[in-house]
C-alpha cells in the first residue's frame, strides 16, 4: 500500500521535471535577468528596479505599448462583432450552408508568417491585387496609420473565423424553447437577441474576448512579415519590441524586465475577465 | 560466384575511384582546375596559388568537419552560393566535410553569439558581416588570422590587394581577423541611355532653364535631374510614367545604409588626421559623444527626403530586392546601391536595361560641416567621400574551433586570385568587385575577355568597375562603425529616419532621436569600453 502511494509520485515525477525545466526554471531566470544590466562577454551588474523604470521612460516601448493596445481593443472587438454576425447568419437556413460553413473556417489554418508574406502582396501598392483590382494606389503598407489598420485587417482575416466557430456553437446550444415563449408574447427579432441570445452567449463571449485578449497582446508573426514595424514604429508591436531589444541587441535584462510587464498587465485583464465569468456563472 | 563478387568489387573501386575525382583535376604541373558544384565550371589554381598542403592523392584534413555559418541565400544565391558551388572541390582536396549552416541575416549574428556565449560551440567560422567585428573580437570570440596568411601551406592569397579602407574593416588594431571575399560599397547607378540622349538633354535646358548636370557632380545634382524626370513616362518599356530615383526604407531592413552613404560628402570632411572634425562621423571620438545630429547630417536628411520625394510613394515600405527591381524593369533614372546590381543589370531574364547602365562612384556634395567650428566650408571641389558600406561578407575564424587550420584553408581557396575573379565576374555569387585583381589595368591586374565571358556588357562593365575603383580607393572615406552594438546603434538611426521618411518626425527631431538613443545605448554599454573600441576601430590616438 505503501509502496503503491509512493508509486504514484514516481510516475508524476516526468510530467513535474518538464514543467519546472521549461516552465519554472526560465521564468525564473528571466525574472533574474530582468534585475540586471546583462552584457555579453562581462559580469552581469545588479540594478534593482532600474530596467522596470526604464521602460516607462522609453518613448520606444511606450510607443510600442500604445500600437500594441490599440491593435489588441480594435482587432478583438472588430473580430467579436465580424463573428457573432457571421455566428448569427450562419445558424439560420442557408443554402449550402455547411461548405460555406468550412470555407469560413479555411484561414484559421493557415500559418501566420506565411499570412503575413501573402498580405504583403495582395497589399503591395505598385499592382498588388487590392489596388491593381480597384485601380488605385492606396498606401496600405507605406502610411503609417494605413499601416497599423492594414495588420489589424490580416488578423481579423485570420481571427474572425475562430470567435465564429465558438458563438456558433454557443448558439445551437441555446434552447430554441426559450425563443418560441418570447414569440408568443410577440416579441421583436431584436428583443429575442437583446433578452435571450445575447444573455446566454454571454459567458462564451468572455471566453473569447479572453482567449483573443491573450493571444492578440503577443502577437509578432503577421506585423513582423508584413511591415517589420514600420513604416517608423507605426506597427512595432510589444513582442516585437521586446524580441528586438533581447534577441537583436543583446539586452536581456531590459528584455526580460519588458516581458515581465506585458506579462503582469496580460494576467491582470485576465484575471479581470475570470473574475466576470465567475460572476456570470453564480 | 567469386567472378561475381569480384566484378563488382572492381566497379565498387572503380565508382569510388571516378568519385574522388569528381570536382578535382590535377595537372603535371601542379597546378589544379576545380569543378563547380552543379555548374560544371572550371578555375584552375596554379601550384603557387595552391600552397604545398594539398596535392594528388593528399588529403591532410580527412576526416575532418567543419561548420560554417552564412546567409541564408541557398545554393544559388549571394554569398552564400559560392560556399555550394566549391564545397566538393575543397572536400575533395582536403578530406574534410563541410557543412553550410544558413541563417536569415537578422538571426546570424544574435544565433552565434549565443552560441559563443553559452559555450555551445557548433560552428568552426562565420561569414560575418563587417559590422559583426567588434562583437567578435573584443570579447575574444574569434582568432587573427595573420600567421596563417604567411605561412606557404594554405592556399595563397596578398592582403595588399586590399585598398586600406577595406583591409581596415578586416582588421582589429594590427591584427587581420577576416579573410578577403566580398567587398561592398554603395556607388551610383543611372540610366546613360536617358541621361546621354540630347534629346532628353534638350528638353531638360527647355523646362529647367539649364542644361542638364550630367556627368553628375554633387547630390544637388542628382536631386535636379530626378525631379526632373520624375513622373514623366521616359522609358518605352510600359505606359505608366516612371521615377527619378528608387529607393528602399522598409524599417529594419537595410536603409539606413543608403543614408550613411548619402550623408557621409556632408559630413566627413576630408584631411590627414582623424579627429572630431576630420575623417569622422559617428561619435566624437574624444568622448563617445553622438555627432549624428551635426548640421551636417541634418542636412543631408533633408536631401535624401526631397530625393525620396522623386521616387515611388511605395518604397518606404520597399526591401532590398524590391527596388533592385524597380530599377531593373526600367522604372528609374538613379538608383544608389552595392555592387549586386551592376551584376543583375546583366542577367536579361530579370532586366530590360542591360548596355543601358551608368555607374559613378556616389556623388559629393557642395559644401561640407566643420564639427569644431560649426561651420559649412565650401572646398573647391565638391567632397567625394568613398564608403564601404555593407557587410563586405568575408570569414572569420571561431576561437573555440578545434580546427581553425581547416577553416582557413577553404577561405584562403577561396580568396586565391582566380577563385575570387570567378566570383566577381559571374556576380550573382554576391562576391562584388573592390580589390586591385579585380580591376582592368592600369588599374588592376584583371582582363576584360573574363568580364565578357561571364557575360557582362562591356560599356555596364567598364562603367561599373570605375565606379569601384574611384570608390574603393577614394582620398577620404567613410569610416566603418564596427564597436559592439554596432547594430543597435544603426537601429535606433533605421527607425527613427523611417519615421522622418513618412513625415512623422522633422530630420533634425528624428536625428536628436537617434543621438539621445546613442547616448543611451553607450552608457548601457560602457562609455569608458565603447570609447576605448570605437577609437581602435577608426585608428584615433588620444
Known amino acids: 500500500m505503501r509502496w503503491n502511494n509512493r508509486l504514484k509520485y514516481v510516475f508524476l515525477l516526468p510530467a513535474v521535471l518538464w514543467v519546472l525545466a521549461f516552465t519554472v526554471f526560465p521564468l525564473l531566470y528571466s525574472l533574474r535577468l530582468s534585475f540586471f544590466n546583462v552584457r555579453i562577454g562581462q559580469e552581469d551588474i545588479f540594478i534593482g528596479l532600474s530596467n522596470f523604470a526604464r521602460a516607462f521612460s522609453d518613448v520606444n516601448a511606450l510607443n510600442a505599448a500604445r500600437v500594441t493596445l490599440i491593435f489588441v481593443v480594435g482587432g478583438v472587438v472588430i473580430q467579436l462583432l465580424l463573428g457573432l454576425a457571421f455566428a448569427l447568419l450562419f445558424s439560420r437556413p442557408l443554402p449550402a450552408r455547411n461548405v460555406l460553413r468550412t470555407v469560413m473556417t479555411l484561414p484559421l489554418f493557415a500559418t501566420p508568417i506565411a499570412v503575413g508574406f501573402l498580405f504583403f502582396t495582395i497589399f503591395y501598392e505598385e499592382g498588388g491585387l487590392i489596388n491593381g483590382l480597384l485601380g488605385v494606389k492606396i498606401p496600405w503598407l507605406s502610411d503609417p496609420d494605413l499601416a497599423l489598420f492594414s495588420v489589424m485587417l490580416v488578423d481579423v482575416w485570420q481571427w474572425t473565423p475562430f470567435v465564429f466557430i465558438v458563438i456558433l456553437a454557443a448558439l445551437q446550444g441555446i434552447p430554441e424553447e426559450y425563443y418560441e415563449a418570447a414569440r408568443l408574447e410577440s416579441a421583436s427579432s431584436w428583443t429575442l437577441f437583446r433578452f435571450i441570445t445575447l444573455p446566454m452567449l454571454q459567458p462564451t463571449i468572455i471566453l473569447v474576448i479572453v482567449l483573443r485578449v491573450a493571444e492578440a497582446f503577443k502577437v509578432f508573426d503577421i506585423p513582423f512579415t508584413l511591415t517589420a514595424g514600420g513604416p517608423g514604429a507605426s506597427t512595432q508591436v510589444f513582442s516585437m519590441f521586446i524580441y528586438r531589444t533581447s534577441r537583436r541587441f543583446f539586452d536581456f535584462g531590459y528584455g526580460s524586465a519588458l516581458a515581465f510587464l506585458l506579462l503582469i498587465v496580460v494576467l491582470f485583464l485576465l484575471m479581470s475577465f475570470f473574475k466576470r465569468i465567475r460572476q456570470v456563472y453564480q | ?542
Request: aromatic letters at 12%; one cysteine or more; a negative charge.
Open chain 2, 1 to 542: 560466384m567469386k567472378r561475381v563478387i569480384w566484378l563488382l568489387a572492381l566497379f565498387v573501386c572503380a565508382f569510388g575511384l571516378a568519385n574522388a575525382q569528381q570536382y578535382l583535376e590535377w595537372h603535371a604541373d601542379g597546378s589544379v582546375t576545380l569543378i563547380t558544384f552543379e555548374d560544371n565550371e572550371r578555375i584552375t589554381v596554379s601550384a603557387e596559388q595552391l600552397g604545398t598542403l594539398f596535392g594528388p592523392g593528399q588529403q591532410p584534413f580527412a576526416g575532418k568537419r567543419i561548420a560554417i555559418t552564412v546567409n541564408n541565400s541557398g545554393p544559388k544565391g549571394g554569398i552564400s552560393g559560392p560556399l555550394y558551388r566549391l564545397r566538393p572541390a575543397w572536400q575533395e582536396l582536403t578530406g574534410a566535410t563541410l557543412s553550410i549552416v544558413e541563417m536569415p541575416l537578422a538571426e546570424q549574428l544574435p544565433t552565434t553569439i549565443n552560441d559563443l556565449r553559452l559555450g555551445l560551440n557548433q560552428f568552426d567560422g562565420f561569414i560575418q558581416g563587417a559590422w559583426y567585428m567588434g562583437e567578435y573580437v573584443t570579447p575574444g570570440f574569434i582568432i587573427p588570422i595573420d600567421d596563417y596568411i604567411t605561412d606557404p601551406r594554405f592556399p595563397q592569397w596578398d592582403p595588399s590587394w586590399w585598398p586600406p579602407a577595406l583591409r581596415e574593416i578586416h582588421s582589429w588594431g594590427d591584427s587581420i581577423y577576416g579573410t578577403m571575399n566580398d567587398t561592398d560599397a554603395q556607388v551610383l547607378y543611372w540610366r546613360n541611355d536617358i541621361l546621354s540622349d540630347p534629346e532628353w538633354q534638350a528638353r531638360y535646358q527647355a523646362e529647367v532653364g539649364t542644361p542638364m548636370p550630367f556627368p553628375i557632380q554633387t547630390w544637388d545634382d542628382v536631386i535636379d535631374i530626378a525631379r526632373f524626370f520624375n513622373g514623366k513616362n521616359w522609358d518605352a518599356n510600359d505606359p505608366d510614367p516612371d521615377n527619378g530615383i528608387v529607393m528602399h526604407f522598409r524599417v529594419n531592413e537595410q536603409g539606413h545604409f543608403h543614408y550613411m552613404s548619402m550623408s557621409a560628402s556632408y559630413v566627413v570632411r576630408p584631411g590627414d588626421t582623424v579627429d572630431r572634425c576630420t575623417n569622422n562621423y559617428w561619435f566624437d571620438p574624444a568622448t563617445m559623444e553622438p555627432t549624428i545630429n551635426s548640421d551636417g547630417h541634418v542636412k543631408a536628411l533633408e536631401k535624401l527626403i526631397e530625393l525620396a520625394s522623386y521616387g515611388p510613394r511605395a518604397q518606404v515600405g520597399w526591401d532590398l530586392g524590391t527596388a533592385w527591381d524597380w530599377f531593373l524593369r526600367g522604372k528609374a533614372i538613379f538608383v544608389f546601391s552595392w555592387g549586386d546590381v551592376g551584376a543583375l543589370v546583366q542577367d536579361t531574364d530579370r532586366s530590360v536595361i542591360r548596355g543601358k547602365l551608368g555607374a559613378s562612384v556616389l556623388p559629393g556634395s557642395a559644401e561640407v560641416f566643420n564639427m569644431c567650428t560649426n561651420t559649412w566650408e565650401t572646398p573647391s571641389e565638391p567632397n567625394v567621400v568613398g564608403n564601404t558600406t555593407g557587410g563586405s561578407w568575408h570569414g572569420v575564424i571561431s576561437a573555440r574551433s578545434p580546427n581553425p587550420e581547416v577553416v582557413y584553408s577553404l577561405y584562403a581557396l577561396m580568396a586565391t586570385e582566380p577563385v575570387s575573379l570567378w566570383n566577381v565576374e559571374r556576380g550573382w555569387t554576391g562576391v562584388d568587385p573592390g580589390v586591385s585583381i579585380h580591376f582592368l589595368p592600369p588599374a588592376g591586374t584583371a582582363s576584360l575577355e573574363g568580364y565578357l565571358a561571364a557575360g557582362w556588357d562591356e560599356s555596364d562593365m567598364k562603367f561599373y568597375l570605375d565606379a569601384y575603383y574611384n570608390n574603393n580607393f577614394s582620398d577620404t572615406m567613410l569610416t566603418y562603425l564596427r564597436i559592439n552594438g554596432a547594430e543597435e546603434y544603426w537601429r535606433a538611426l533605421d527607425q527613427n529616419l523611417s519615421e522622418a521618411m513618412v513625415g512623422r518626425l522633422a530630420p533634425r527631431e528624428a536625428l536628436n532621436r537617434t543621438a539621445r538613443a546613442w547616448d543611451d545605448i553607450t552608457n548601457r554599454r560602457g562609455r569608458d569600453l565603447q570609447l576605448k573600441q570605437y577609437q581602435e576601430s577608426i585608428g584615433y590616438n588620444p
